[in-house]
């Protein structure tokens, strides 16, 4: 399947496995995608449209989503340890329970969403914007904020 599609195909009924092999072919239209615990380890994303996406349980350890857009997606329990999101848009997202040990989040965008018991040790928040974020039960160690 290429990038840039002429047509517009018909994916709403695609099985997890049919959206996590489109995923890492490199296709970048994933938007309402159900990646529900798919492995995306080490997969590039980049500037990838998962706005919506169901990514509950996967594994994103060392995958890049630099300038992602991520907004209003479920990433609960998430794993996503390593994982380069410089400049992505999570507005919205749901990030509860997620792992963000040592990510990249430099400058990421995680306004208004949902951190409840995140991990995020070791990452990389420089000039990620946080405002609104629910921060309650997350692992901040290492961060001043």
């Known amino acids: 399947m290429s990038k840039n599609h002429e047509f517009k195909e018909d994916r709403s009924n ?9 995923a890492k072919e490199g296709n970048w239209d994933l938007k309402g995608a ?4 798919a492995d995306l ?13 169901n990514l509950w349980c996967a594994s994103l350890a ?20 390593g994982a380069n999101l ?10 509860e329970g997620a792992n963000f040990k040592g990510a990249n989040l430099y400058y990421a965008n995680l306004e208004g969403t949902n951190l409840y018991g995140a991990d995020l ?9 946080l405002k609104g974020a629910d921060l309650e039960g997350a692992n901040l160690k290492g961060h001043d904020i």
């Open 14 to 22: 695609w099985s997890i496995q049919q959206w996590t092999d489109y």
């Open 62 to 81: 060392g995958a890049n989503l630099k300038g992602a857009n991520l907004r209003g997606a479920d990433l609960r329990n998430a794993n996503l340890e």
């Open 34 to 37: 159900n990646l529900y615990g």
């Open 86 to 95: 410089k400049s992505a848009d999570l507005e919205g997202a749901n990030l």
């Open 121 to 129: 040790e070791g990452a990389n928040l420089y000039g990620a914007d």
């Open 41 to 53: 380890a080490g997969a590039n994303l980049w500037n990838a449209n998962l706005e919506g996406a």
